[in-house]
């Protein structure tokens, strides 16, 4: 611990503030908790990244009467259509899953944490902090010392000094710091990671589909290409593209998208471009002492499904009315000792190994196959999505197992 470190006392500290740890935040302060939620970045991202907000998350949201104003700003994909060769396979309709939210929203992460922020704000002023990089963790038995530092404020000036250190303390810390974890590393907690082969471009671009408020999927032998609509006449495209990085340009995006499925998209229109890789990450387990795992940092897995916000805002609606009852009692015994955190830990991971699951059949189907496999694999979709099959697969979609 820095010599000198001045002690901050909270009854939880949150870690991370990115949609997990604000949504949780928020929670605990609209029931009265003290809470700390330390982030490291110093200003909101404006990268669209993650964009899908399933049935589950937006009935989470109603918890902080944020779901309303969510919809309003979103875009409702109603239906999705499986393409293949320039042909129609079917459609999956999504009003029969979950009657108040029969859609998925696609909304830009930038704009779902800007809510969050604001509703937290509201809550309990200054409780996000920004700027705090947290270097260790010390379990100290009936409460937890987090130690951060925040860097001097940038700028040519030589003597504005080293920065700040400062310790909170806090009876439960819970990480919502994201798949690269540091409160996960300094706890200890291994786990089962496994990395995919697979490879990604995904870019934003001005909507020339004339496909409305429809998501596509375009199975073709090359790979998967996936389309999804966004707010302001913006698409989402994400594609496939083997097992080799390809540079995040643009054009290269563009020219794979056309090549596949004949849309035209315009390289000058796009606001975002990016390559990812894939893989699997999996906690061993969630509660170690006086600390608890969630969103990202329990559980990584492939964004094809976009399943991760709403598997974390789930993590979180499950653990906050532990940590209120938690703060109540105020036990000083280790929480994986406490019945309720053993359950969590197990229906949490249970859900988590749920969703790796449909990610990897999401991109088993959509590796690059050859031509006569290709044909096989239309025939077996389009039977689905034109028979009864396509009412669970569209309960699968929209996340309605969660």
Known sequence: MPPGAPGRECEVVVVGGGPVGLFLGALLAQQGVDVAVLERRTGPSAHS???????????????????????????????????SRGHQLGELAFDRVRPDFPFVLSLPQHRTEAVLRRRLEELAPGALRRGWDVHDVQDAGGRVDVVAARPPAPGPDPTAGPGEHAVWRARVLVAADGARSV??????????AKPYPDTFLMGDFADTTGDGNTAAI?????????????????????????????????????????????????????????????????????????????????????????????????DALALAPLLEDLVAEDPRCPL????????????RLRSARRAARVAELNMAMGRPVSAVAGRARGVAVRGALRTPLRHPLAW???????
Do not use: C, K, N
């Open 336 to 347: 994986p000792v406490i019945p309720s955190f053993q359950d969590f830990q197990r229906t």
């Open 218 to 314: 375009y199975l073709e032998p090359g790979g998967v290409v996936e389309s999804f609509p966004l707010p302001g006449r913006m698409r989402r495209w994400v594609a496939h593209t083997g097992s080799v990085p390809v540079a995040p340009r643009a054009e290269d995006l563009a020219s794979i998208v056309g090549d596949r499925t004949g849309e035209v998209l315009e390289p000058g229109s796009h606001t975002m471009t990016s390559a990812f890789t894939v893989r699997r990450q999996l906690a061993l387990r969630l509660v170690t002492g006086r600390q608890v795992l969630i969103g990202d940092a329990a559980h990584e897995f492939s964004p094809i499904g976009g399943q991760g916000i709403t598997l974390g805002w789930l």
């Open 49 to 83: 990244r993650a964009i899908g907000l399933h049935p589950p998350g937006l009935a989470a949201l109603r918890r902080l009467e944020l779901d309303e104003e969510i919809v309003a700003q979103g875009v409702r994909v109603e239906r999705g259509v499986g393409r």
């Open 183 to 192: 409160v996960r590393a300094r706890s200890g907690i291994g786990t089962d």
């Open 396 to 402: 699968a979609f929209t996340m309605a197992w969660a």
